[in-house]
Every structure is written in C-alpha cells, then in structure tokens.
C-alpha cells in the first residue's frame, strides 16, 4: 500500500536536463520492481517536439518532451501527478499550470531556492483544489516496491540496501533530503523498512505538513509506525504533537528533532535549512518541540544515534503482538541488480571484450597525452620539439636532433608553393565559394596524388628497392621502365636543369654536408643525371628529394607522402584563411579559358 | 533571509508611499558637506545621525546623536565613522531630518505560513516590548490584501481613535503592500510617528528583513545584504559565500570563535544534527558548515581549506547522512585535496579527523579517505553501518 506515490502513478516531469535525471532514477527504481517506467511525458518549452532517452535496465526508452501540461495530459491521459524540478525563477509558473489542469492530483518540487511567496501561494492553491503540492526543495515520495517520484532513495545499489523492492511496516517524513534517506537505511537495518517516505522540503514554508501526511498514513493499514525528523523553526512539529494527542491513534510516532545546538551558540547566529529559524519568543525552539512530541506521547529519543534501537523496540514490540510478520529475507543472488555496462562488467572481471582497434602509439587515458609512451610535457620541457612528435607517432621512435633538423627544414621547404599548383587553387576555390576551413583545407589535400605532391612515398619505395637490390643506374631505369612506368620522384612541369628548383639544391648540399651515409640521396642524383640528360625537365623533384633523404634517415617508406601533407596544410590553411580576410567572392573560370569541344547546339529527338 | 540596513529599507518604504524622513547614507564627511551644499534639508533642518551598519542598541552605544544642524551632523559623523563596535568596523552613517513629534506607534507585517500578520500597537519605541499584549494582529491569507475596514477595525481593535484610525489603517495597508510585492519576510515600523507640523504619519525607523531567493525579479535590490547576527562576515565566510553563490548545491561555512571541534559535514539536515551531537557531547563547536547537492569538488575544496584554517581545533568531523545524489567520491576528492593541502602548510598537526558517509560511490570515496592513513593523516574512516552521530563520540572521547 503506501501513500501518495503507489502503483497507478503516472508522471509527468517539468525540467530539463536536472528532470531528466530525475527521471533516470526513476526508471532504475521501476526497473528494481520490474514495473514499466512510471514517467509518461517531460514537459519543457525549449525542447518541445524532441524526446529525452530514459536508460531502463539494458535498454533506453523515448520519454517525449511537451511544451505545456495540457498538451502532456491529452496526449498521456494516464498523467495525474507532476515532478518539478525547474529553475527557481520559473517553478512556480511551472507548478501553478499543472496545479490548474484537471487531471494532476499531485504535484511534487525538487526545485531549491523557490521564493517563500510563491511557496505559499502553491500551497493554498493546491489546498484549495483539493490537490497536494509537495516542496519545494522536495527530494520525494518513495512507496517501497512499489513507486518513486524524484530522486529520493538515492543510487541504485542504495535502494536495494535499503531493501526498497518490497514493502516494510514504518512510514517516514522529513524535511531534509539527506536524513530521508538515512532514516530509510535505519528502517530496513532496525525493522522491516518502509511503506511510503516522503520529503516534504526543508524550506520556511513547505506546501503541506506533517499532519496531512500522518492522516494518510493513518488510514494505511500497512503503515504501523511513523518516523519524523523534525528540525527547529516553524511549528509543524507542534502541529503533529496536537494531532498526534487529541485521540487514540493506530499509528505508533517516533520523532527527532534537529537544532538544540542553538541553545549554546552566540546570540543571533543560525544554521541549516532556509525553515530552520526561531522564533522571537522561543517557540519553534527543538527543546519545545520535542517536549510537545513527548507530551503528545510520541516516542523521541534523546539523540539520532538513539533512533535505531527506539525503531527496533517499536518493531519487536509488533512482531511480539502478531501485528508485524517478519518478512524472509533474500538470499544475495536473489537480490535485484542493474544490467553492469560493459566498463563495469569488464573492472570486476566478468566480461570479455574484444577490442576492436589496437592502437600502439598513443595514451589519452591519463592526465595529458603520451606519444608513444612519452608523456607530452615531459617531451616539451626537455627540448624535443615537433619533428620528434613525428618520429614518435609516425615510426615509434625518438629521433636524434640531426633527424629532427632535417625534418623541420623539409617541412619549411615544402610548407606552401603559390596560389597556382593544384592543391592551393582548390583551397582557394573553395574558400571563395564561403566553404568552412575544415573542408576547404581537405579539398586542397584531395589533390595531393601522383601528379601532385603524392609520390614521395612511391619515389622511396623505389629508391629502397634499388638499393636494397644493389642496382646500378641502368639496371634500375630498366626495370622502371618495364615494371612501373615513369621514374617517381624524377620529373617537374616547369623545372628542369637549366631553371633548378632551389628547394632541391637546398635540401642536397644540407644533406650531404652533413657526412652522413645517404645511399637512397646518392642513388637519385645518379638517376638525376641519366634521365636529365635525356630530357631537360627529367630533374630530380622536390617529392624525389624528400623520399631518398627520409629513406636515409629511417622513415617507413608508407609514411613519406605524410611529409608534403602536413607541410603543404601549413601553406592550405594560409591560403584559406588569405581568402577570408580579404572578403573574396565567389570565383569561376572564364569561358575564354574553356576549349568547348562539345557538339553543338542541335534539336532533342523526341521520346522513344 | 537577507537583514536590510535602515537606508535602503526606508527607501523600498517610500516606494509604497510611506513616509520616510529625509535621509543619505554617507561614507565620509567630505560626502556629507558636499551634499549639504545641494540639499536644503540638510542645511535647514534639525539632523539626526545613526551609524548604519547591522548593530542593535545603538543608542546605549553612543552611535545616535540627535537634534544637530549639518555642522553637529558632521562632527557626529567624523566621531562614528572608523569606529570598531566588537567585530564591526563603521563605515557609513545615516543622516536625516529631524520630525518632531508627541506620539509613537508600531506597525509591522510578519510572515506566517498562512500568509502574513499585520501588526499594530498605539504605543511605540521600546514601550511597545514592555506593552506585548497592546499588539493588535490581522491575519492575511496569501495573494490576498487586506480590505480597507478590516485594517480600521484593527486600528479600533489597537485602541486607536478619531481620524487617527483612517491614518493608522492607510500606513498599515501600505506597509502591507510593501511586504507583498518586495518579497518581505519581516518589515518593522517602531516608531511611527505623528509629525507635528502636518499630522501625517512618518516612518522613523525601518527593520526590513528581504527573501534573498527572490532577488530575480527585483532588479532595484542593488544595495547589499547585511550580516545577520550582529557581527560583520569574516573573510573567510564571504569567501565560501562568493563560491556558494557561483556554483550548483551549495557550501556554508559560519566561524564560532573559541571552539575545538570543527565541522565538515554534508547536507543542511544532517549537519545540525552532527552540531546538536557536539554540543550533546560538550564539545565545543569551532564552526558550522555544509556542502549539499552535489556540489563542485573544488567548491568542497575551498570549504575544506576554511575549515582546516580554524585556529586551535582538535578534530574535524567529515559526517553526513547517506546522500541521495550527491557523488561521494567526487566530493571527497576537493576535501582530499584540501586536507593535503592544509597539511603541506602544516594546519593539521594533532588534529584527528572522522569520517561518515554513504551515496553514490561510498566505496570509492570511504576507500580513498581510508587510504590518507598512508600518508600520515590521523585519520578515522566509517561508513553507512557506524550510526550517523557516533564519530562525534569517538572524537570527543578521543579529545
């Protein structure tokens, strides 16, 4: 049984993304009861039309979001109470349209920090409706085993401690969030556990009190006993001393009561909830309210530490009596559990799971990035700089300073080459076409291929295989010729022997002046000199150049065309961003520029 | 709640058409002279000068002087201004004319959970707490106002008189209407009194008391809140304060001179009752704090720091209830950090620490307090089956 939140309560939910937690812990209590989830409907403006996804046991669910109440309770008839759990500034509002609509019953408030009028006007509202309103700063109404309106329980592995799947004998109230749940703990370790626990808000003026809620329980037959955790300041606790003593009661009243600390601290100084206040005269005092309670007969220990074995003694006493049955507990396999994800099942070593990439050259998973083992920092504050960022991600290996100048000086070579080469003028044609860097930059790379850029890697490839093979020039150029075609790395559209790129004398004399061995350099330079003999532009290229001295140096030949791509996407993203500050406009070629070889204009036969 | 100095409360007063003596709030005598140059008021009325900062019993204090011109408001404010009255520091007196008059009165509007209270009496000043019973009470429900007769027949009820009875019943109506559209808690009229040039009736003081949740939907709330327990905030407590007002859930923190036991428990329930523990006990307190709804871990952090800087404890309690929502590793991990801290600059020597807790990732959060055993801190780790107050037991005994 239980009161207020039972079995045909059907929620809607106004918030956002705090509701949408809210409803996230609901769904885990319905899961535990293997009930269907309980919420229908989120009402929240600003998402309207969208669906939030409730995870449920192994699953998800689509929760659809409202813009009002009305449109959630006609499209979900089964709605008859809301949970609120929306900015202070809009709960009222919020919880005002779903009071007036017909078929919410009750309505509960999480919010915290709600203004104390609008607190007020809720609750005379909600009264005179007939309606409960709950709050604010409501932590919720849980009936064990059978419903949960807002967080209140806690995590899932909690509910079940607290043995929340099945019903006990104690209901429980209180104002604060935390001791709700404490007191719940202290049922199921001293007792049986609870029927129903609600938070009634630990604010000045709550929207209900302790009597509306012990008359409910009242007429609860499972309820045998309630808890209240009183704190000082108002006068609820008296009210329910004076209800709890004008007649006979089924129902047994525990109490605690929270603020004595008052008594011996300086004048003036108070703490805790926004209610917890007293009053000029002393009353609302936890003194007076816990001798109003005992007066009234109600059980109040001395301490909270007193409370446990105070519930147990009540407990003993029902089973004694034949009012209480005690229930069988379950063995711990029976007990119910939440679906484990995987990174759960996998830390306590239930699950295998076959990875489905392998990385061998970095770690995101701590505190910074490590390349290869090398945590980023320590690389920066030792001098390595970004060319052995490359060796270590590109080649998994910590390359010498040597290494690392020649890299930066391949890099400073091939960074860019004008507007014209193919890569730059598709950067540049999509820049002026209003395309986004990202994409602008990637058309240019598109172009990098074997007529452009792309055959460093081809052009090592083959110098390798020379020199590994030990072949002479000849030799070489001959197997080229009958295998592979063109020699990569040999060849330019506007260079040649008698205009000499700069780039490639630059590269050479560095390199071989620095007395290393370089056999795949000196391998291309001898082809150099028997292609350009045969034809001006047969001239060793810049893609040639950078192949033989990286091959030299070490590189996996697959990694070479990665030279010219992050060089060349230093000069991309200049030229994109060239466009953009000049405001260009939209470019097209001229048609003077275009042989139309088409045919010409003619009539369309007709259809066949 | 959220204490009002006089200035800005007599200020909302006269936007609801009361009458309030003239009146500036001044810093300095140079701003005083200088307003006296522009207001003839100040030059040609009698002045009184109160200091304006959040003490009671000003007058037994010296810090009201009346019945000067602006030469006498001067030296009066050059006499306040600095002064240290316990922990506070004047830094502003209020300057207003002066209303002569025979009698005074007392209107105020209390809140209730019904609504509000409209109070009244036909005697004022400090007759009026000797006088309790002559103070007359009509309730009103909330969203309502009070009709025009039902305050006369209070006024009549106050053994009010004559025309006076119409002027009582419209002062009350409009500090009513006060009290309901600025989100008042408390607002106190003692005196009021009969000006003796006109008859009307004019405000002399002003107790307002704001409820700071509603301050979204005042947008004139520019003045501060005042301390409310008769002594400034101490650096610290603006600091937690500032971070409170920064993040979601919250940390309190309030310093109580002279105590042992200091308090670093979770949630606005529990952690009275940890207090009442303490005091239970007889320990002493050294402070109250809080940290509820999940807050950030740094926010638990800068708390931590707080309270491992107060001077001459012997014990920390790290209590609370077992939390609904609230990550218990996460939070333990600012106070974690806040311990080591506190330790490196060497607050924590012979201090013993005590730990209670449940939620979300208790384990986690109990095994990583646990693990500070290690590197040296005195410290004492139970969860959820160790009764909630019991490690105040353990800490006083230990003491």
């Not at chain 2, 207001?39 to 900062?53: G, I, R, T, Y």
């Not at chain 2, 036991?261 to 307190?285: E, F, H, I, N, Q």
């Amino acid at each position: 049984m239980g009161i207020l939140a039972n079995k045909d309560t059907r929620v809607v939910i106004q918030g956002g993304a705090a509701g949408l937690n809210a409803a996230r812990r609901m769904a885990e209590f319905c899961y535990m009861i293997k009930a269907p989830l309980n919420v229908d409907a989120f009402v929240y403006p600003p998402d309207s039309g969208k669906s939030n996804e409730v995870p449920y046991g192994n699953g998800l669910l689509a929760v659809p979001v409202y813009k009002s109440v009305a449109e959630a309770t006609a499209k979900h008839p089964g709605i008859n109470t809301s949970l609120v759990y929306i900015g202070g500034d809009r709960a009222c509002a919020a919880a005002m349209e779903t009071l007036n609509d017909s078929k919410v019953q009750l309505v509960s408030m999480i919010t915290e920090g709600v203004p104390e009028r609008d607190a007020k006007l809720l609750g005379r509202h909600a009264r005179k409706l007939g309606k409960t309103f709950n709050g604010p700063s409501s932590i919720g109404i849980v009936s064990a085993g059978v419903c949960r309106l807002g967080v209140i329980g806690g995590a899932f592995d909690n509910l079940v401690a607290c043995k929340l799947y099945r019903e006990g004998s104690f209901g429980v109230i209180t104002k604060s969030g935390g001791l709700s749940n404490e007191i719940i703990w202290i049922c199921s370790q001293f007792a049986d556990g609870i029927t129903t626990a609600i938070g009634i808000g630990g604010d000045a003026y709550p929207g209900t009190d302790y009597v509306s809620y012990l008359e409910k329980f009242e007429q609860d037959p499972q309820t045998k006993a309630v808890v209240i955790v009183g704190e000082m300041g108002g006068d609820l606790e008296e009210r329910a001393a004076e209800w709890y003593g004008a007649e006979k009661r089924r129902v047994k009243l525990l109490a605690v009561v929270s603020g004595f600390c008052q008594e011996s601290l300086p004048k003036g100084m108070k703490f805790g909830h926004a209610g917890a206040k007293e009053g000029m005269k002393g009353e609302g005092s936890a003194r007076a309210k816990a001798e109003a309670l005992k007066k009234a007969g109600a059980i109040v220990p001395e301490t909270f530490g007193a409370l446990g074995p105070a519930i147990k003694s009540v407990y003993d006493d029902f089973v004694k009596s034949g009012q209480v049955r005690p229930i069988p507990e379950l063995s711990a396999a029976d007990l119910p559990k939440l679906p484990r994800t995987v990174e759960e099942g996998m830390k306590v070593g239930e699950v295998i799971v076959a990875p489905l990439i392998t990385t061998t050259i970095s770690d995101d998973r701590g505190d910074e990035p490590c390349y290869d083992g090398y945590p980023a920092s320590e690389l920066i504050n030792k001098g390595y700089e970004i060319p052995h960022v490359i060796g270590l991600l590109w080649d998994k290996r910590l390359i010498s300073k040597q290494e690392a100048e020649i890299i930066k000086r391949i890099m400073m070579l091939s960074a860019d080459h004008g507007p014209c080469v193919s890569g730059a003028l598709a950067t540049i044609i999509a820049a002026c076409a209003g395309i986004g860097m990202s994409q602008a930059v990637a058309a240019g790379l598109i172009m990098i291929g074997p007529r452009f850029g792309g055959a460093v890697t081809d052009a090592g490839r083959y110098f390798k295989y020379a020199v590994e093979n030990k072949m002479g020039v000849d030799e070489f150029l001959a197997y080229m010729k009958k295998n592979v075609g063109p020699v990569p790395g040999i060849g330019h559209r506007v260079k040649s022997v008698r205009n000499p790129d700069k780039r490639v004398q630059e590269l050479v004399s560095y390199v071989k002046g620095l007395g290393i061995p370089t056999p795949h350099l000196d391998l291309a330079l001898a082809v150099e000199k028997v292609t350009s003999a045969k034809k001006d532009n047969l001239i060793l290229n810049v893609d040639g150049t950078m192949a033989a001295v990286l091959v030299d140096i070490g590189f996996p030949v697959e990694c070479l065309n990665g030279f010219f791509i992050i060089s060349r996407t230093i000069g991309l993203i200049g030229h994109w961003v060239d466009q953009r500050r000049q405001e260009s406009r939209l470019v097209r070629l001229f048609d003077y520029l275009v042989n139309y070889a088409a045919p010409k204009r003619r009539e369309v036969p007709p259809l066949k | 709640m959220a204490k009002v100095l006089e200035g800005p409360g007599m200020g909302l007063m006269k936007k609801w058409g009361i009458r309030v003596p003239d009146n500036v709030v001044v810093s300095s005598v140079e701003e005083l002279s200088k307003l006296g140059e522009t207001n003839d008021w100040l030059k040609n009325s009698q002045l009184v000068v109160k200091a304006h900062e959040a003490l009671g019993s000003r007058y037994k204090l010296g810090l009201v002087k009346v019945g000067l011109d602006l030469k006498g408001a001067q030296a009066a404010a050059q006499e306040m201004l600095g002064r240290q009255v316990g922990s506070i520091t004047i830094t502003q007196v209020i300057v207003s004319e002066m209303i002569p008059h025979q009698d005074e009165y007392y209107v105020a509007v209390k809140s209730t959970r019904e609504g509000a209270e409209v109070l009244v009496a036909s005697c004022g000043g400090i007759e009026v707490e000797a006088n309790w019973a002559r103070v007359k009470r009509l309730p009103v429900e909330v969203g309502d106002t009070p009709p025009g007769e039902a305050l006369e027949a209070l006024a009549k009820e106050a053994q009010f008189s004559g025309p006076m009875i119409n002027k009582v019943a419209g002062f009350a109506g409009k500090l009513f209407a006060c009290f309901d559209n600025e989100d008042a808690q408390y607002l106190e009229v003692n005196p009021v009194v009969v000006r003796e040039s006109d008859g009307e009736l004019v405000a002399l003081d002003a107790v307002t008391l704001l409820d700071a949740d509603a301050k979204f939907r005042h947008s004139d709330w520019t003045f501060p809140f005042a301390a409310e327990f008769g002594r400034a905030y101490t650096g610290d407590e603006l600091d937690v304060m500032a971070v409170d007002s920064k993040i979601k859930g919250s940390v309190k923190f309030i310093e109580i001179p002279g105590g042992d036991t200091a308090m670093l428990p979770a949630g606005g329930g529990a952690s009275v009752y940890y207090s009442d523990a303490v005091v239970a006990r007889g320990g002493k307190l050294a402070n109250y704090a809080e940290y509820s709804g999940d807050p950030a871990d740094w926010a638990v952090e800068v708390l931590t720091d707080k309270v491992c800087s107060l001077p001459g404890i012997r014990s920390i309690i790290v209590g609370g209830a077992i939390a609904n929502f609230t990550d218990v590793k996460k939070t333990f991990g600012g106070i974690i950090a806040g311990f080591r801290k506190a330790k490196e600059e060497g607050k924590l020597n012979g201090v013993k620490i005590w730990v209670r807790r449940g939620g979300p990732r208790e384990k986690e959060g109990l095994d990583a307090m646990r693990a500070l055993r290690d590197e040296g801190f005195d410290i004492h780790v139970y969860d959820r089956h160790t009764p909630l107050t019991d490690i105040v037991d353990k800490a006083i005994q230990a003491q």
